[in-house]
Protein backbone atom coordinates (compact mmCIF):
# COMPACT_ATOMS: atom_id res chain seq x y z
CA UNK A 1 0.00 0.00 0.00
CA UNK A 2 1.33 3.82 -0.40
CA UNK A 3 1.23 6.10 1.48
CA UNK A 4 0.16 9.89 0.89
CA UNK A 5 -0.18 11.89 4.59
CA UNK A 6 -2.70 10.09 5.95
CA UNK A 7 -4.45 8.13 2.92
CA UNK A 8 -3.59 4.96 2.06
CA UNK A 9 -4.01 3.41 -1.00
CA UNK A 10 -4.19 0.48 -2.61
CA UNK A 11 -1.54 -0.32 -5.85
CA UNK A 12 -3.61 -0.56 -9.28
CA UNK A 13 -4.02 -4.62 -10.28
CA UNK A 14 -4.50 -6.39 -13.24
CA UNK A 15 -5.51 -9.46 -13.18
CA UNK A 16 -4.54 -12.69 -16.22
CA UNK A 17 -4.69 -15.85 -17.06
CA UNK A 18 -1.36 -17.66 -16.59
CA UNK A 19 0.50 -20.65 -16.19
CA UNK A 20 3.79 -21.78 -14.68
CA UNK A 21 5.66 -24.71 -15.60
CA UNK A 22 8.26 -25.58 -12.82
CA UNK A 23 11.77 -27.42 -14.54
CA UNK A 24 14.04 -29.14 -13.58
CA UNK A 25 17.67 -29.26 -16.02
CA UNK A 26 18.96 -32.83 -16.95
CA UNK A 27 21.54 -34.02 -14.99
CA UNK A 28 23.37 -35.60 -17.85
CA UNK A 29 25.16 -32.07 -19.15
CA UNK A 30 26.38 -28.96 -17.39
CA UNK A 31 23.46 -27.39 -15.42
CA UNK A 32 24.33 -23.90 -17.82
CA UNK A 33 24.25 -26.00 -20.80
CA UNK A 34 20.77 -26.49 -20.31
CA UNK A 35 20.13 -22.92 -18.59
CA UNK A 36 21.53 -21.07 -21.86
CA UNK A 37 19.86 -23.69 -24.49
CA UNK A 38 16.87 -22.57 -22.83
CA UNK A 39 17.48 -19.16 -22.94
CA UNK A 40 18.12 -18.88 -26.34
CA UNK A 41 16.34 -22.03 -29.10
CA UNK A 42 13.77 -23.20 -27.14
CA UNK A 43 12.61 -19.50 -26.06
CA UNK A 44 12.12 -18.98 -29.92
CA UNK A 45 9.64 -21.94 -30.21
CA UNK A 46 7.51 -20.49 -27.05
CA UNK A 47 7.60 -16.93 -28.49
CA UNK A 48 6.50 -17.78 -31.87
CA UNK A 49 3.07 -19.34 -30.06
CA UNK A 50 0.21 -17.42 -30.77
CA UNK A 51 -2.08 -15.35 -28.20
CA UNK A 52 0.52 -15.09 -25.66
CA UNK A 53 0.19 -11.85 -23.77
CA UNK A 54 3.49 -12.05 -22.18
CA UNK A 55 6.17 -15.06 -21.73
CA UNK A 56 8.93 -14.48 -19.14
CA UNK A 57 12.05 -17.06 -18.22
CA UNK A 58 12.60 -16.68 -14.14
CA UNK A 59 15.99 -18.44 -13.92
CA UNK A 60 16.55 -19.42 -10.12
CA UNK A 61 20.03 -19.54 -8.61
CA UNK A 62 21.94 -22.86 -8.78
CA UNK A 63 22.41 -22.97 -4.94
CA UNK A 64 18.84 -22.29 -3.15
CA UNK A 65 18.83 -24.15 0.25
CA UNK A 66 15.37 -22.48 1.26
CA UNK A 67 15.96 -19.05 2.11
CA UNK A 68 12.56 -18.46 4.50
CA UNK A 69 13.52 -18.84 7.74
CA UNK A 70 13.24 -21.62 9.81
CA UNK A 71 9.59 -22.05 11.69
CA UNK A 72 8.06 -25.13 13.43
CA UNK A 73 5.91 -27.39 11.30
CA UNK A 74 6.46 -25.61 8.46
CA UNK A 75 8.58 -27.06 6.06
CA UNK A 76 11.24 -24.37 4.63
CA UNK A 77 14.31 -25.93 3.49
CA UNK A 78 13.92 -27.37 -0.19
CA UNK A 79 14.36 -31.06 -0.59
CA UNK A 80 17.33 -31.22 -3.01
CA UNK A 81 15.40 -33.10 -5.98
CA UNK A 82 12.94 -30.94 -5.93
CA UNK A 83 14.55 -27.93 -6.14
CA UNK A 84 13.32 -25.78 -8.89
CA UNK A 85 16.22 -24.74 -11.55
CA UNK A 86 13.83 -22.59 -13.91
CA UNK A 87 10.11 -21.44 -14.06
CA UNK A 88 8.39 -20.84 -17.39
CA UNK A 89 5.55 -18.21 -17.10
CA UNK A 90 3.32 -17.89 -19.56
CA UNK A 91 0.11 -15.75 -19.49
CA UNK A 92 -2.68 -15.16 -22.18
CA UNK A 93 -4.48 -12.54 -24.13
CA UNK A 94 -8.03 -14.73 -23.01
CA UNK A 95 -8.66 -18.20 -22.07
CA UNK A 96 -9.27 -19.40 -25.59
CA UNK A 97 -5.36 -18.89 -25.65
CA UNK A 98 -4.51 -22.24 -25.20
CA UNK A 99 -6.49 -23.56 -28.20
CA UNK A 100 -4.84 -21.48 -30.41
CA UNK A 101 -1.50 -22.22 -29.54
CA UNK A 102 -1.55 -26.40 -29.74
CA UNK A 103 0.71 -26.17 -32.91
CA UNK A 104 3.40 -24.56 -31.67
CA UNK A 105 2.83 -26.25 -27.89
CA UNK A 106 3.63 -29.36 -29.76
CA UNK A 107 7.05 -28.55 -31.00
CA UNK A 108 7.87 -27.56 -27.54
CA UNK A 109 6.99 -30.64 -25.80
CA UNK A 110 9.24 -32.22 -28.59
CA UNK A 111 12.37 -30.27 -27.25
CA UNK A 112 11.68 -30.48 -24.06
CA UNK A 113 13.49 -33.48 -23.40
CA UNK A 114 17.14 -32.03 -24.87
CA UNK A 115 16.93 -29.56 -21.59
CA UNK A 116 14.58 -31.17 -19.13
CA UNK A 117 14.28 -33.84 -16.86
CA UNK A 118 11.16 -33.29 -14.80
CA UNK A 119 8.58 -30.19 -15.56
CA UNK A 120 5.29 -29.84 -13.88
CA UNK A 121 2.89 -27.40 -15.46
CA UNK A 122 0.76 -25.13 -12.65
CA UNK A 123 -2.30 -22.45 -13.47
CA UNK A 124 -5.03 -21.02 -11.75
CA UNK A 125 -8.91 -20.00 -12.95
CA UNK A 126 -8.19 -17.06 -15.36
CA UNK A 127 -8.43 -13.77 -13.49
CA UNK A 128 -6.27 -15.41 -10.75
CA UNK A 129 -2.85 -14.38 -11.82
CA UNK A 130 -2.30 -10.54 -10.12
CA UNK A 131 -0.35 -8.47 -10.80
CA UNK A 132 0.17 -5.53 -8.56
CA UNK A 133 1.71 -1.85 -9.86
CA UNK A 134 3.87 -1.27 -6.94
CA UNK A 135 6.68 1.26 -8.36
CA UNK A 136 5.33 2.61 -11.80
CA UNK A 137 8.05 2.64 -13.75
CA UNK A 138 10.61 1.19 -12.09
CA UNK A 139 12.39 -1.97 -12.39
CA UNK A 140 13.37 -4.61 -9.74
CA UNK A 141 17.43 -4.80 -9.23
CA UNK A 142 16.79 -7.96 -7.31
CA UNK A 143 13.80 -10.68 -7.06
CA UNK A 144 12.57 -13.44 -5.07
CA UNK A 145 10.26 -16.31 -5.42
CA UNK A 146 7.42 -17.80 -2.70
CA UNK A 147 5.64 -21.23 -3.55
CA UNK A 148 3.16 -22.17 -0.86
CA UNK A 149 1.73 -25.68 0.06
CA UNK A 150 -1.49 -25.79 1.77
CA UNK A 151 -1.78 -27.09 5.52
CA UNK A 152 -3.84 -30.15 6.54
CA UNK A 153 -7.38 -29.10 6.05
CA UNK A 154 -7.08 -26.39 4.14
CA UNK A 155 -9.56 -26.02 1.27
CA UNK A 156 -8.40 -24.74 -1.95
CA UNK A 157 -11.40 -21.86 -2.45
CA UNK A 158 -10.30 -20.72 1.51
CA UNK A 159 -6.73 -20.68 0.67
CA UNK A 160 -7.20 -18.50 -2.49
CA UNK A 161 -9.37 -16.35 -0.68
CA UNK A 162 -6.59 -16.25 2.25
CA UNK A 163 -3.97 -15.04 -0.07
CA UNK A 164 -5.48 -12.66 -2.44
CA UNK A 165 -7.49 -10.86 1.41
CA UNK A 166 -4.88 -11.22 3.83
CA UNK A 167 -1.57 -12.39 2.45
CA UNK A 168 -1.21 -10.13 -0.31
CA UNK A 169 -2.37 -6.63 1.88
CA UNK A 170 0.59 -7.82 4.90
CA UNK A 171 2.98 -8.12 1.78
CA UNK A 172 2.13 -4.08 0.52
CA UNK A 173 2.72 -3.28 3.95
CA UNK A 174 6.25 -4.21 4.06
CA UNK A 175 7.07 -1.31 1.63
CA UNK A 176 10.06 -1.27 -0.91
CA UNK A 177 8.13 -3.75 -3.50
CA UNK A 178 9.46 -2.81 -7.21
CA UNK A 179 7.39 -5.76 -7.95
CA UNK A 180 4.58 -7.95 -6.63
CA UNK A 181 2.98 -11.39 -8.45
CA UNK A 182 0.95 -13.63 -6.79
CA UNK A 183 -0.46 -16.72 -8.12
CA UNK A 184 -2.73 -19.73 -7.26
CA UNK A 185 -3.11 -22.69 -8.59
CA UNK A 186 -5.78 -25.52 -9.82
CA UNK A 187 -5.06 -29.40 -8.10
CA UNK A 188 -2.39 -30.08 -10.29
CA UNK A 189 -3.20 -32.46 -13.36
CA UNK A 190 -0.26 -34.68 -15.15
CA UNK A 191 -2.66 -34.50 -18.00
CA UNK A 192 -2.67 -31.02 -18.34
CA UNK A 193 1.52 -31.15 -19.43
CA UNK A 194 2.27 -34.67 -20.11
CA UNK A 195 5.06 -34.42 -22.21
CA UNK A 196 6.95 -36.95 -23.46
CA UNK A 197 10.22 -38.50 -22.37
CA UNK A 198 10.23 -35.93 -19.39
CA UNK A 199 9.62 -36.98 -16.18
CA UNK A 200 5.72 -35.54 -14.39
CA UNK A 201 6.03 -36.99 -11.24
CA UNK A 202 4.65 -35.32 -8.23
CA UNK A 203 3.69 -36.78 -4.89
CA UNK A 204 0.45 -35.46 -2.83
CA UNK A 205 2.63 -34.32 -0.27
CA UNK A 206 5.05 -32.38 -2.44
CA UNK A 207 2.49 -30.50 -4.41
CA UNK A 208 2.31 -26.89 -4.88
CA UNK A 209 -0.62 -24.41 -3.85
CA UNK A 210 0.38 -20.69 -4.81
CA UNK A 211 3.37 -18.57 -5.55
CA UNK A 212 4.80 -15.04 -5.01
CA UNK A 213 7.20 -13.15 -6.81
CA UNK A 214 8.51 -10.04 -5.33
CA UNK A 215 10.86 -7.70 -6.87
CA UNK A 216 13.23 -5.72 -4.64
CA UNK A 217 15.19 -2.75 -5.73
CA UNK A 218 18.39 -4.89 -4.90
CA UNK A 219 19.99 -8.06 -3.16
CA UNK A 220 20.18 -6.13 0.42
CA UNK A 221 16.67 -5.00 0.40
CA UNK A 222 15.74 -8.39 -0.70
CA UNK A 223 18.08 -9.58 2.38
CA UNK A 224 16.34 -7.04 4.50
CA UNK A 225 12.80 -8.36 3.56
CA UNK A 226 13.52 -12.03 5.65
CA UNK A 227 15.22 -10.06 8.15
CA UNK A 228 12.79 -7.44 8.82
CA UNK A 229 9.20 -9.31 7.72
CA UNK A 230 9.72 -12.64 7.75
CA UNK A 231 8.97 -13.77 11.62
CA UNK A 232 5.23 -12.00 11.10
CA UNK A 233 4.54 -12.89 8.02
CA UNK A 234 5.14 -16.79 9.33
CA UNK A 235 2.27 -15.90 12.09
CA UNK A 236 -0.04 -14.99 9.61
CA UNK A 237 0.89 -18.04 7.10
CA UNK A 238 1.27 -20.42 9.60
CA UNK A 239 -2.65 -22.05 10.06
CA UNK A 240 -2.64 -22.12 6.15
CA UNK A 241 0.03 -23.63 4.78
CA UNK A 242 2.52 -26.50 5.73
CA UNK A 243 5.71 -25.15 3.33
CA UNK A 244 7.12 -22.18 2.52
CA UNK A 245 10.00 -22.74 0.01
CA UNK A 246 11.62 -19.45 -1.06
CA UNK A 247 14.21 -18.93 -3.69
CA UNK A 248 16.37 -16.70 -5.08
CA UNK A 249 16.46 -15.62 -8.32
CA UNK A 250 18.75 -15.01 -10.91
CA UNK A 251 17.51 -13.15 -13.80
CA UNK A 252 14.05 -12.65 -14.96
CA UNK A 253 14.15 -12.67 -19.33
CA UNK A 254 10.97 -11.16 -20.80
CA UNK A 255 10.25 -12.36 -24.48
CA UNK A 256 7.18 -11.80 -25.57
CA UNK A 257 5.35 -8.23 -23.92
CA UNK A 258 2.10 -6.56 -24.38
CA UNK A 259 1.75 -9.61 -26.94
CA UNK A 260 4.31 -8.67 -29.06
CA UNK A 261 7.53 -10.65 -29.66
CA UNK A 262 10.41 -8.59 -28.48
CA UNK A 263 13.86 -8.30 -30.60
CA UNK A 264 15.80 -9.17 -27.57
CA UNK A 265 14.73 -10.24 -24.96
CA UNK A 266 14.06 -7.69 -21.80
CA UNK A 267 15.61 -8.44 -17.96
Known amino acids: ?12 VSK ?7 LWMRTDQPRQAGMDRWKG ?3 GIISATPGLLEYRQIHLAEHNPGRWPNASGIETAIPEDRRIDGIAEVTFENALSPLVG ?3 TALAFEDEVN ?4 TLLHAGPPGSSRWYDVAPGEKPGSRAIIYLRRGDGEGTVAFHTFVKKELTPALLTTGGLKELRTQVF ?8 DTPNVAHDNPDDQHLHAS ?13 FYDDHAGHLTELLDPHVSAIHAYDVDTALTYVKNGKILPHYEE
Open 1 to 12: MKMSGNVTTTPE
Open 16 to 22: HFTSSIL
Open 41 to 43: PHS
Open 102 to 104: RKQ
Open 115 to 118: IFRR
Open 186 to 193: LPWNEKTW
Open 212 to 224: VILGFSDDAARDA
